[in-house]
Structures are given as structure tokens and as C-alpha cells.
């Protein structure tokens, strides 16, 4: 027998038994979990959730320094964020089989983050971090006690280690002069927008273009990407539109040619991508294709249509916590 309340479906399980020849109703809720009629909470077995405020009533375990202990996850820096929420309030495309979620520790300073689980699954962290489930053996990492995961839904628990790193390539005019250069890095914010990097937990790859030196964006991101470090690029410089190749350029010395987004050999897709450049987003060009798309997670930004100089920007408007993990 099916009913619903309060927006969550149930189903009433009619068993007889010996000792009494009416039958007995069980609730539960479609995720299999016990659900009771007088509280009107499901019982998850560490806790207790909530269909009507749509969140569980008590903390994450996974935070308490007893259960670090009890299930070998001491020694990691919690977090206050998150331990009262629900599969991202994403219920529709997430599962939480045990109320207990993947944490990840962002460190600025550190290539790749720690991402660690207690009965999870890489299906769930990929919307978490961005980066799409379906690659993880390209940008996941082993720790010396946990091999990868054997598949993206097998429900494992222990440490692993995703990428982390953001690349900061300015390729501005007057790259090459401490002056100008210095000039236009202030006038848009540039350093401080590393620094809002930083103190989201990214390691933050900051370099400038090399006069004359070709391709040179795109041979880091490939770098970084083998290294299963690359998290992101924030770039300011000059792009193209379609009818110029899709191209981002420099226009230090003759527009030399910096990336070509739809010839990149990337392992696998960015999760954030910030782009202050002309026509990086207008239809049409190719630069969205080395992004995971929004509706998994990543993250992008680019410009429509021309952008003549650097002006005023902030991370925080593209970003911010608990996004991608970051805090």
C-alpha cells in the first residue's frame, strides 16, 4: 500500500505472524529506511532524518572526534559546515544510504585536497567537487591504505585525494613591464583574487606569460592534468570567437597563441573555470568543451562579447563556499 506525507512517499509492509492473525504495518520511506508515524522522522541508523525540514536532526558523526576514532578517520581537520544538511538538498540525484556524507579538506598549499568517506560513493562526491563520476580514475588518487574505489557506485569508505590546484595565468599587454603590468594586476583585483583562492583552500599556480612562448597555458593545464593536481584556471588576457579560432592569445608580442580549448588533451574536465577574456563565452566557441557543466557541478565564466581592459573583479562572485568543497 502506498501513501504520501508531508512530500515523502511510503510504503506500509502488511506481515502476519503466528501469533497474531491481523496483520502488522511497517512504514518505510522509498530509500528502505524505517519511518515513524509519531515522530515523523526516518531512522537512518546513525540518525535521524527529517522529510518536513528536509534535513537530519543531529550532526554528521563523521564530525565527532569519538567517531574519527572509532572509525579510523582521527587525525582530520572537521569542518562546521554541512553537518546538518542532506545530499546537498539535491535528494532527487543523490544518496546518503547511511545519513553519513564525503568530507573534503581543501588546503591551500597542497596540490590535491583529502577527500574522505564512511560508506559513500564517488557517484556522490563528484557533484560535490565538480568533477564528473564517470572519470574519477582519471583525477582520483589512492592514499598507501586505500586503493581507488573498484567503480563510481561501489559504497566504500576510507581517504583518497582529488585535484586542488588552480592556475593563475595572466597574459595581458605589458606582461613583460613591472609597471604596466603591476598597473593592470591592480586595477583588476589580480592579487586579490588569488588570495580569495587561497583562503578557499585552492593551491593557486600563479604565472605569468613568457614572451614568445607558445602554447604555453595549454602545456600547464596538460601538465597539471597528468598530475591529476588540476583543479581549475583563472585567466585574463586576451580570446578569440569562433571566427578566430577559438584561441586564447597574448597580446604581448604578435598575439602569440596560448590555448586552443577544443585541441587541450586534458585527463579529464575542469571543474572551474574563470575566464576574463573577449567572446570566452559567446555561442559558439569551444571554450565551454574543456568544462564540467553546471548541472554537474563545475563552474565557468566567461565573457559574451569584446572586454577592452582588465576591470574590478572577485572570486566570490563566481564561488564560494561550500561550492566545490571549499570553505
Excluded at 501469533?19 to 502488522?24: F, L, M, Q, T
Excluded at 563523521?62 to 562546521?80: H, T, Y
Excluded at 563528484?126 to 598507501?144: A, E, F, I, Q
Excluded at 586576451?238 to 585541441?263: A, C, M, Q
Amino acid at each position: 500500500m502506498l501513501s504520501s506525507t508531508h512530500s515523502e512517499t511510503h510504503i506500509s509492509i502488511s506481515i502476519c505472524t503466528p501469533e497474531n492473525a491481523y496483520p502488522r504495518l511497517y512504514d518505510a520511506i522509498l530509500s528502505t529506511k524505517y519511518f515513524d508515524d509519531e515522530t515523523e522522522l526516518a531512522y537512518f541508523g546513525y540518525r535521524y532524518y527529517s522529510p518536513e525540514m528536509g534535513r537530519w536532526v543531529s550532526r554528521d558523526p563523521i564530525g565527532d572526534l569519538v567517531f574519527q576514532i572509532a572509525s579510523g578517520q582521527s587525525g582530520k581537520q572537521s569542518r562546521e559546515l554541512d553537518y546538518y544538511v542532506f545530499v546537498g538538498n539535491q535528494p532527487i540525484s543523490r544518496l546518503d544510504m547511511l545519513g553519513l556524507s564525503w568530507k573534503i579538506e581543501r588546503v591551500s598549499g597542497l596540490d590535491k585536497a583529502q577527500v574522505s568517506a564512511c560508506a559513500d560513493t564517488v557517484d556522490n562526491l563528484g557533484p560535490l567537487v565538480g568533477l564528473r563520476p564517470g572519470d574519477y580514475l582519471n583525477w582520483m588518487s589512492p592514499t598507501v591504505l586505500y586503493p581507488l574505489p573498484p567503480s563510481r557506485s561501489s559504497v566504500v569508505t576510507g581517504r583518497w585525494r582529488i585535484p586542488n590546484t588552480v592556475i593563475a595565468f595572466w597574459a595581458r599587454d605589458g606582461a613583460d613591464n613591472i609597471i604596466s603590468d603591476g598597473f593592470w594586476k591592480l586595477l583588476s583585483n589580480w592579487w586579490g583574487q588569488i588570495w580569495e583562492l587561497q583562503s578557499l583552500g585552492f593551491e593557486v599556480h600563479a604565472e605569468d606569460h613568457v614572451k614568445d612562448k607558445r602554447l604555453q597555458l595549454q602545456d600547464r593545464m596538460e601538465q597539471f592534468s597528468n598530475d591529476k593536481t588540476l583543479h581549475g584556471v583563472m585567466y585574463d588576457g586576451h580570446g578569440g570567437n569562433i571566427k578566430l579560432n577559438n584561441n586564447y592569445t597574448s597580446g604581448e608580442n604578435n598575439w602569440v597563441d596560448l590555448l586552443f580549448p577544443d585541441r587541450v588533451s586534458l585527463r579529464y574536465k575542469m571543474a572551474l573555470g574563470i575566464f576574463y577574456s573577449c567572446h570566452s563565452a559567446a555561442p559558439g566557441t569551444t571554450f565551454p568543451t574543456m568544462m564540467v557543466p553546471s548541472s554537474e557541478g563545475g563552474i565557468f565564466y566567461g565573457e559574451v562579447g569584446w572586454t577592452w581592459r582588465p576591470t574590478w573583479h572577485q572570486i566570490g562572485t563566481y564561488i564560494s563556499p561550500p561550492q566545490q568543497g571549499t570553505h
